[in-house]
């Protein structure tokens, strides 16, 4: 059994930053993919980044350039480095580790307000 746990979510003032990590333990039998995904009250989770292990990059349009993900494969923890944030990034954040064997797993989610 895998586990992600989320850490780094909170409340920000418009044009705030945050850090989010993501620590996965456990089973894992090779990571493939770790990404970012969001979920704002009444909407559907959307994917906000993803990385690969070997470092390749993916941003939905609404945070390039404002969003990082990095990844730390010996330490199998993923990071999204947040700038200049805005009302509409207001969700909570949930991680997600797919494997070499396509098996997928989310963590449980970090509330991110983005409020004056």
């Known amino acids: 059994q895998v586990q992600l746990v989320e850490s780094g979510g909170g409340l920000v003032q418009p044009g705030g930053s945050l850090r989010l990590s993501c620590a996965a333990s456990g089973r894992i039998f090779s990571i493939n993919t770790m990404g970012w995904y969001r979920q704002a009250p009444g909407k559907q989770r959307e994917s906000v980044a993803e990385?690969?292990?070997?470092?390749?990059?993916n941003y939905a349009d609404s945070v390039k350039g404002r969003f990082t993900i990095s990844i730390d494969n010996a330490k199998k923890t993923v990071y999204l480095q947040m700038n200049t944030l805005k009302p509409e990034d207001t969700a909570v954040y949930y991680c997600?580790?797919?494997?070499?064997?396509?098996?997928?797993?989310w963590g449980q989610g970090t509330q991110v307000t983005v409020s004056s």
């Open positions: 990385i690969t292990s070997r470092g390749s990059t």
């Open positions: 997600l580790l797919v494997d070499d064997m396509g098996l997928s797993d």
